[in-house]
T-cell receptor, first 113, second 113 residues
Framework: SQTIHQWPATLVQPVGSPLSLECTVE??????LYWYRQAAGRGLQLLFY??????ISSEVPQNLSASRPQDRQFILSSKKLLLSDSGFYLC????????????FGNGTRLTVT | DQQVKQNSPSLSVQEGRISILNCDYT??????FLWYKKYPAEGPTFLIS?????DKNEDGRFTVFLNKSAKHLSLHIVPSQPGDSAVYFC????????????FGKGTKLSVKP
């Protein structure tokens, strides 16, 4: 069966520090991968998605970047965090076809202080 | 501009009764709709989906209804159980969007014993 791992679960970082969140998927190959963010009191917003190694699409211009160095690995990064980057970050995967649900990891609660 | 709207931020229901969660959308290109359930500090869990060629899909206690002319869908939970208490997100996608889901802001369901 497929599983998705996301870490760390919580993170407190000072403004201006770098960020690296990692997500890996097991039990499937060539998945679509996604990074979403849920800010306080808001819905889930798509940040990045990837349909293959090295292929990244950005949905919202921001202070963050994503990379996919391996088929089942997706990384969310920032060189310098802002206070507004605080939120709940979720990684998800889906099979590469239409009308397939996304399956989410347990998320990372990021607090920028 | 919100393409997927959940106008009720919260709903309280007695155990054993029906819970009805509503969702409206504006984009006529959406052809796949999903409901997710989310507990605090966890990622959303996929519950049930429906494609635009159907108007009803049932899975156990959960039924999703789609009214394309009204651009409205609803999730019925019968009978409601205390363990159903969570935030429910409605989501939608369009063919060719690489599975990118657009989420509503969620409705918090409380099922009272």
């Amino acid at each position: 069966s497929q599983t998705i791992h996301q870490w760390p679960a919580t993170l407190v970082q000072p403004v201006g520090s770098p960020l690296s969140l990692e997500c890996t998927v097991e039990g499937t190959s060539n998945p679509n991968l996604y990074w979403y963010r849920q800010a306080a009191g808001r819905g889930l917003q798509l940040l990045f998605y990837s349909v293959g190694i090295g292929q990244i699409s950005s949905e919202v211009p921001q202070n963050l970047s994503a990379s996919r160095p391996q088929d089942r690995q997706f990384i969310l990064s920032s060189k310098k965090l802002l206070l507004s980057d605080s939120g709940f970050y979720l990684c998800a995967w889906s099979v590469d076809s239409n009308n397939s649900p996304l399956h989410f990891g347990n998320g990372t609660r990021l607090t920028v202080t | 501009d919100q393409q997927v709207k959940q106008n009720s931020p919260s709903l309280s229901v007695q155990e054993g009764r029906i819970s009805i969660l509503n969702c409206d959308y504006t984009n006529s290109m959406f052809d796949y709709f999903l409901w997710y359930k989310k507990y605090p500090a966890e990622g959303p869990t996929f519950l049930i989906s429906i494609s635009s060629i159907k108007d009803k899909n049932e899975d156990g206690r959960f039924t999703v209804f789609l009214n394309k002319s009204a651009k409205h869908l609803s999730l019925h939970i019968v009978p409601s159980q205390p363990g159903d208490s969570a935030v429910y997100f409605c989501a939608a996608s369009a063919t060719g969007s690489q599975g990118n889901l657009i989420f509503g802001k969620g409705t918090k369901l409380s099922v009272k014993p």
